[in-house]
């Protein structure tokens, strides 16, 4: 079936006001697209070189290849059978096309369009219909669906006239797909939405097709049932991932500038934006808790840590919320291609500042004092399985203005190695403790968790001179109960007391540093030992990173104290614990803080 091309349409021309000309966005734009043309495509934390011709169903990292059986008989969670599926997967998301158009706009070099129409007929005369491990994903469909859209609205029509029906044919193929594939039953989170929207967007942006006002029903009428069902009451998505929580909004913000919006959906949607804000704080960075599989859904390019921004960016155009909005070169990687002029328009206003506060329904607290920012993880594992939470409960994440004095180690990988899978995601790799040497949960495969434990919120306050919470986290017989006092502006104290089973015990906390040089903000009541650790800035990429163990062995109750000095001259100081019935005192250097019982 060959079907007739809709009208083409742009979101804004060129994306290049003159009030603009000078940022560094086009020339970003370019020298992606330089890479491109040469085939050397940065996907999550890697470049992968693929030559000449492109293998569309390869893992290039590690030299594995399959073949066009049906879709659903591609093991694709099987390492050994296909490589890594994440890997082949990000390069079929044909994000890069979109790009490649936009630096088009941008240049005049017809070039980047060459090659982007190049790679549309190699991928369609490789990938046929249903076959191969490109089809074996809903959500991988969905994506490719909503790059090929952008291609087409911002250059469709210099596409070729031959190519231009085979395109429209295959990306109808797509909606098809979709509509007989949702993941109703086997993802109902972000693959399902992702899915919706990209349904909806294609009955919205080709409304000649036999098929659209079925696409714009469906896709919007589950869109709006997941807004209600995938976001908690705090705005905080239901997976336990800060990534994710990103990935949804922008998912939820792509249908609400395509579909309108309503009081409650947009309600909600705000709701994400300021729970997103609050968690980025002062240096505008994710705490990447739980998953950060690096995906995006528009422009994945850049500095991962601060995909929020241009999410942001688009929140502020939207709703007119100028106090979100960074700085004006965070509107131009999405805000401007999706708004058009709009998009533009915001300029930064001056904020109150970061307050403290608790999402409660999430279990997220911030602690927030100047440039001191404190994001704790006090809630439990994400929604079902558990699959994108790692066993980080009561863990947290410090910075400090700019600087990172506590972090969250990343992901690295989802199968391509179950050990280091594994290890990224378990207690010890996190700053909480661990139980004889056991995580909060029991690992069941890349994507699930047995026995998940049962996290509460004991208590919450916050001032003008304090920020308090009490939290407690059970699994496996035991119970960690963690305080947390904030003397602000610059002294957090810690109180670890675990209780449960008879007998000798091992208790030990973790505490992960941003850089080695921060260790010395830290102090213990016990004496630490350096061991070895690894983060992930981007996935598929890992490096060493300081550590440092705090150990106590004994019958339990066991209990362990430390301080984090966020002041300008941060100096180790002794910590003593004098715990009594209903007392408990932490003592450092000269400074003593009483934590409530």
């Known amino acids: 079936m060959l079907l007739a091309p809709p009208k083409v349409g742009r979101t804004i021309d060129l994306c290049r006001p003159p009030s ?17 043309l040469a085939h050397r495509f940065p996907l999550l934390g890697i470049t992968i070189d693929t030559g000449p011709t492109i293998d569309w169903r390869r893992d290039y990292l590690h030299g594995v290849s ?35 158009a936009q630096a088009f706009l941008m240049t005049g070099r017809r070039d980047y369009l060459e090659e982007a129409f190049r790679e549309i007929d190699s991928w369609i005369e490789a990938n046929p219909f249903l076959r191969g491990i490109n089809w074996a994903s809903a959500l991988e469909v969905a994506f490719r669906a909503i790059s090929w859209s952008w291609l087409w609205r911002f250059a469709g029509d210099r596409m070729p006239e031959p190519l231009r029906a085979r395109f429209l044919t295959e990306l109808y193929r797509h909606g098809r797909f979709l509509e007989l594939n949702l993941s109703i ?18 009955g919205t942006w080709f409304p000649e097709w036999p098929r659209s006002r079925r696409w714009r029903e469906a896709g919007g009428r589950i869109t709006a049932e997941e807004m209600q069902r995938q976001v908690r009451d705090d705005g905080c998505h239901f997976e336990q991932s800060i990534y994710y929580h ?7 913000l792509l249908h609400r500038v395509l579909a309108g919006g309503s009081a409650g959906y947009d ?5 994400m934006a300021e729970f997103l804000h609050a968690v980025m704080g002062p240096p505008g960075t994710l705490p990447l808790i739980g998953d950060d599989d690096g995906g995006r859904l528009f422009h994945p390019y850049g500095d991962r840590m601060q995909f ?43 904020s109150d500042g970061f307050e403290s506060r608790l999402f409660r329904n999430s279990g997220i607290a911030v602690m927030a004092s100047g440039g001191a920012h404190i994001v704790i993880k006090a809630g439990g594992f994400g929604e079902g399985s558990g699959g994108h939470s790692h066993s980080d409960a009561l863990s947290l994440v410090v910075r400090l203005d700019d600087r990172e004095i506590l972090i969250d180690p990343g992901t690295f990988t989802y199968v391509a190695d179950p050990v280091e899978r594994d290890r990224f995601r378990g207690s010890a790799a996190h700053n909480t403790i661990a139980v004889d040497g056991h995580d909060q949960a029991v690992p069941a495969g890349p994507f699930r968790w047995r026995d998940k434990p049962a996290v509460k919120i004991r208590d919450w306050a916050s001032s003008g001179e304090s920020d308090w919470l009490d939290a407690t986290c059970a699994y496996g ?10 003397a602000k502006p610059a002294a957090l104290v810690i109180v670890d007391s675990v209780e449960g089973l008879a007998g000798e015990h091992t208790i030990e906390q973790f505490w992960h540093a941003g850089w080695p040089e921060e260790e010395r903000r830290f102090s213990f009541s016990a004496a630490p030992e350096r061991v070895d650790a690894w983060r992930s800035r981007a996935f598929a990429t890992r490096e060493p990173s300081p550590a440092l163990r705090v150990t106590a062995r004994g019958t339990l109750p066991l209990h ?18 004098e715990i009594s019935e209903g007392t408990c005192l932490v003592k450092w250097g000269a400074s003593a803080f009483r934590v409530m019982p």
């Open 477 to 486: 017989g035991f119970v960690h109960r963690r305080r947390f006092l904030f």
């Open 560 to 577: 362990l104290a430390a301080v984090v000095d966020l002041s300008e001259a941060p100096e180790r100081k002794l910590v003593t614990l």
């Open 20 to 36: 603009e000309r000078s940022s560094q966005f086009p020339a970003d734009i370019a020298a992606i697209a330089n890479s491109i």
């Open 308 to 350: 929020g921004r241009a999410t942001m960016a688009t929140c502020a155009a939207l709703f007119r919320r100028p106090e979100w909005l960074r700085t004006r070169k965070d509107l131009l990687p999405q805000a401007a291609w999706w708004l058009g002029e709009t998009g533009l328009e915001p300029r930064p206003a001056a």
């Open 246 to 252: 990103v990935y949804a909004l922008d998912f939820f």
């Open 267 to 271: 309600e909600r949607l705000q709701r």
């Open 66 to 100: 399959t073949g066009t059986a049906y879709f659903r008989r591609i093991p694709y969670l099987d390492f050994h059978a296909v490589g890594d599926h994440k890997l082949v997967w990000e390069l079929n998301r044909h994000q890069h096309l979109p790009l490649l």
């Open 185 to 202: 039953y086997f993802s109902p989170n972000t693959h399902l939405l992702g899915e919706a929207v990209a349904l909806h967007a294609l």
